[in-house]
């Protein structure tokens, strides 16, 4: 199972890139594996604010609808656009081209409560997720 390094990760699975104080944020690999073919992304608009752990969005494949939920409080910047032509990207690079937001991280505290790509992995092991 894919777990980058270099980025924090929520206990829900979504995945966060930290520069400066901007986040880009979307679904793990592990995640995406579970839902199966993503057929539909809903996602806010810019310049909304989240606290941390808010649904953003929803995410629905061929199995599951899930929300999606924000790994650190802040503002939408921007919005992955290219998912509502091609919700499919989530499945196929979802540490790419498969980003859902970007935010303006508020509360730089928020991301000590995320987990490293270690303790992820530990996490999906427990969990039983892990490969």
């Not at 539909?40 to 969005?57: A, D, N, T």
């Not at 509502?84 to 303006?104: H, Q, T």
Request: hydrophobic share 35%.
């Amino acid at each position: 199972m894919q777990v980058p390094e270099g980025l924090k990760y929520t206990r829900e699975h979504e995945w966060i890139k930290v520069e400066g104080d901007r986040g880009q944020v979307g679904i793990t690999h592990y995640a995406q594996d579970q839902l199966g073919d993503v057929v539909f992304v809903e996602l806010p608009k810019k310049g909304r604010s989240l606290r941390q752990m808010e649904p953003f969005g929803v995410i629905e494949s061929v199995k599951a609808v899930s929300d999606l939920y924000c790994p650190a409080g802040g503002e939408v910047l921007e919005v992955n656009g290219e998912l509502e032509r091609k919700p499919e990207l989530v499945n196929g690079d979802p540490y790419g081209a498969g980003w859902m937001i970007r935010v303006k991280i508020t509360n730089p505290k928020d991301l000590d409560k995320l987990l490293s790509a270690s303790e992820y992995s530990a996490y999906l092991k427990q969990a039983g997720g892990g490969h």
